[in-house]
C-alpha cells in the first residue's frame, strides 16, 4: 500500500513534504526543465526584495568539505518583475509556491508582504530573517528575538489570513528555541530551519579569502547535525508547530533523520546544484524507506525520535486505541 504522503503547513495540505530551499532552485523555470514543479510538495522561490538586486561582487561560492560557502547576496530581479513575470508563470503550472522575502527594514518586509497578500498562486509566505537590519546597525535580525517578531507580527498583521506566514531561523543564535517562541508569539505559523550558519574559508594558493565577500553561509552535509539539533530542540519546546527541517538533506534517508526530528516538510538545498533530480529522488527514497519501516502515514513519523525507547511503537492512534 502506498505511504500517505501527505503534510500541513498551518491549514494548508501539501500532497508531499518535499520543497526546494529558498534561494536555490531560483522561482523554478530552470529546475522546471528536468521535473513537473506539480509532483514535489512546494516551490520555495529566492528571497525576493523590493528593489532588483545585483548580488555580492564574485567570488560568491566556494567548495568546503562535505559543503559549500556561499555569499549570493539576495541577487534577483525585484518584486516587481515577480510579480509580473515568475509567480504568474508558477501559478499557471498551479505550482504550489512559498514565497520568500527578504528585507532591510521591518517597514520593507511589510511593504512586500502588502504586495503579496492578493497576488494569485501564493502558498505561504516565508520570511528571511538573515538579513541585515539597516535600523540596527546591520544588525541580523534572525540573531534577535525581538526585531525578528516584530518582522512576523507586521508581515501577518497584512498578509491575507488564509496564507501562512513562516518564520525562517538562523542557527547562529545562542538559544534557537527563543527566537522560535518569539516568532510563534509574533504570529507565525510555521518555522523554518536551518538559514546558512556563517563560515569562512582561506584560498592557500593566494592567501586571501576564498569569497570575495570575505564570509558567506556554510550548506551541505557539513550542516545536517546542526540542522538536526536545531528542529530537534524547537520541536522539543514547540510540538504543535509546523517545522520546515533543512540543511544538508541529499537523500530519503537524510529527510527522515529531520522528519524524526520533528519537521513535517523537508527543504532541498544545496543537493540542486549537483542533482536537479534531488527532490523527486529523496521523495521516492523517502517513500520507500517509510514503506520498508512500515509506515502508512508520512504523519506518524513526524517527530517520532522523541518517544522514549519503550514507546518504539509508529502509530500513536493505533497504541492509543489499543490502551482503550
Ligand atoms: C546558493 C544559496 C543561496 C541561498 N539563498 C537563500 C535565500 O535567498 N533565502 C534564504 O532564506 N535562504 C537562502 N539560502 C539558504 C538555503 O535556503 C538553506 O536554508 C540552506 O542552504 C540549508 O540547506 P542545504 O544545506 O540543503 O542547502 C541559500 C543557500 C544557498 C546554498
Redesign the pocket.
Known sequence: MPVDMRTYLGHVELVNPITT????AASGAELAQFFDLGRIGAL?T??ITMAPRAGRPTP??AETPS??L?A?G?Q?PGVDAFLERELPWLAQRSVRTVV?I?GGTVAEYTALARRLTDAPGVTAV?V?L?CPNIEDRGRVFARDGAASAEVIASVRSVMRYDVPVLA?LSPDVPDIVSVARACVDGGADAL?????PLGMSIDTETMRPALAAVTG?L???A??PL?VRCVWQVHAALPSVPIIG?????TGRDAFELILAGACVV???????HDPYACMRILRELEELLAARGFNRLADAVGLAHRPPGASTRHRTDLEESSL
Open positions: 530551499a529558498a534561494g536555490c520555495t529566492r528571497s560568491r561560492m559543503g559549500m556561499n549570493v539576495l534577483g520568500s527578504g516565508e528571511n538573515s525562517k523554518s530551519m536551518i538559514n546558512n553561509g550548506s551541505g552535509p550542516v545536517r540542522a533543512m540543511g544538508g538533506v541529499l527543504a532541498v538545498g544545496t543537493a540542486l546544484f
